[in-house]
């Protein structure tokens, strides 16, 4: 007679595990084996507490499982942590146009009402330009471990608090400090006073610099010069004078400057049209025409109305947009268009460049001298630890005028993205560069669009990136 082997009971068993986030436990139970016993509901609460299960326990669910009847081979979440809750960041809320643009009112006829340039907002002392609603920070959250899990609390934001503007003693609020008009130069809201001239700015005046804004009701005559801090409006014409403005220009009787006008303006430009001269702008350029200027937009230029560009070398950073460029008679204005660059930038890259070279060439020539003087072991004018302290020192200056190279160089694909659109005709002889690439038209083309590809400037039916 042959004894059979009787396999010994096995309890049940469980397993516990715990979410990547640590916000939810799970527990498993696998079945008894030959006769073995259940888990009761002690022993599953001991099991989670030896892996650190404490905190969100579904004490029912244990309860059930840790009764008489309880289900095998299921994953059941038997503990839930409670989740951070990240913060809010503060947000500004303005009660002005932060987005307003000197864009010329077309009429019907198709014709531009440059003295409808909806730009201006005057506002009065004590007037609310902008609330903050302050950043929350958040709450924190629990693990089934009991570990907290920190929030991201809000990002706070400042008021964007200029000159002559009060914040309330809680930090919430921005107000106008006096009468004026809203400029905003950067980041910030600045509310200027207006000096007004009721006529010309002419002998009468002489030249005005003003630490607010400037507005003339009449023309500014030839070598005169107006420099505000805020924005300038003119509501006549600007002859061969100076116009510096650290917000926008307006001219609504346009730029006739000439071999001497300059207008520069840290803003925008809405000019009727410009005739001569240099303008530089760092922000958008509106006009109708350009004829013999020298333009360098940080912007968009775009040109409405009659919308020609004729002579003169027109760069933006953006793009151009106009109905024709150059001329029929080519040979009597000789017309260049740019788009792709900075205003200066290319002057800055140019510099930099050669200051790069020119250190290399210095250090090369002094690590030459030094050679020379240790095989004659000796120098009238230079021992050799003054020449070897001079080539640190131009080591150094290499190094950081190097390192300035590259962040140009850095900047010049963000400039190949740039476009000249044409609306109607772009003359034969009309010379085009977009950043490094340059291309002279030797026949006129109609409605198109410019740009730069890895085979050099290239154009497709007009496309208007205004």
Request: hydrophobic content about 40%; proline content about 4%; aromatic content about 6%.
């Amino acid at each position: 007679m042959t004894n059979a082997k009787i396999s010994p009971p096995v309890d049940a068993q469980a397993s516990v595990k715990i979410s990547p986030d640590g916000l939810q436990a799970f527990i498993r139970i696998s079945p008894p084996e030959n006769g073995g016993g259940a888990l009761a509901y002690y022993s599953l609460k001991n099991l989670l507490e030896l892996n650190k299960v404490v905190f969100g326990l579904d004490d029912d669910t244990l309860q059930f499982l840790g009764g008489g009847q309880p289900v095998y081979d299921t994953d059941f979440v038997i503990a839930h942590g409670i989740p951070c809750e990240d913060g809010i960041d503060s947000k500004l809320v303005y009660h002005i146009e932060t987005d307003r643009k000197m864009k010329p009112r077309e009429r019907e006829d198709g014709s531009v009402d440059f003295k409808d340039l909806g730009l201006i907002q005057e506002v009065k002392q004590g007037q609310l330009l902008c609330e903050k609603i302050a950043a929350l920070p958040g709450k924190p959250g629990t693990s089934v471990t009991g570990k907290p899990l920190p929030q991201v609390p809000g990002r706070d934001i400042e008021l964007p608090a200029g000159q002559n503007t009060a914040v309330s003693d809680d930090k919430l609020r921005l107000y106008a400090a006096m009468d004026g008009l809203v400029s905003i130069v950067g980041d910030e809201i600045n509310v200027f006073n207006m000096f007004t001239v009721n006529g010309d700015a002419s002998l009468e005046t002489g030249n005005i610099s003003f630490s607010g804004s400037v507005h003339v009701s009449g023309d500014v005559l030839s070598d005169f010069m107006i420099q505000a801090a805020g924005d300038i409006i003119v509501d006549g014409v600007v002859e061969a004078a100076t116009i510096i403005a650290g917000g926008s220009i307006i001219i609504r009787g346009g730029f006739l400057g000439g071999t001497d006008g300059i207008i520069n303006a840290a803003g925008d430009l809405s000019c009727r049209l410009i005739e001569g001269g240099e303008v530089y702008v760092l922000g958008n350029l509106e006009t109708t025409y350009i004829v013999n200027s020298k333009v360098k937009c940080g912007g968009a230029i775009n040109l409405t109305g009659r919308g020609l560009v004729r002579g003169g070398h027109v760069s933006a950073r953006l793009s151009l947009t106009a109905n024709t460029l150059g001329s029929s008679q080519p040979l009597s204005a000789k017309t260049v268009i740019e788009v792709g660059v900075d205003p200066g930038f290319i002057e800055d890259y140019e510099w930099v460049k050669a200051n790069v070279e020119r250190l290399a060439k210095d250090i090369s020539e002094f690590e030459m001298m030094i050679t020379s003087i240790e095989k004659r072991e000796s120098s009238e004018n230079f021992t050799p630890e003054e020449i070897n302290a001079h080539i640190l020192k131009l080591q150094l200056s290499y190094q950081g005028a190097k390192e300035h190279l590259i962040t140009f160089e850095k900047q010049v694909p963000q400039f190949l993205r740039a476009t000249v659109n044409v609306r109607r005709t772009a003359h034969a002889e009309l010379k085009i560069i977009i950043g490094n690439m340059q291309m002279t038209l030797q026949s006129s083309i109609n409605a198109v669009s410019f740009y730069r590809d890895a085979d050099g400037i290239s154009f497709i039916p007009f496309r208007d990136y205004s």
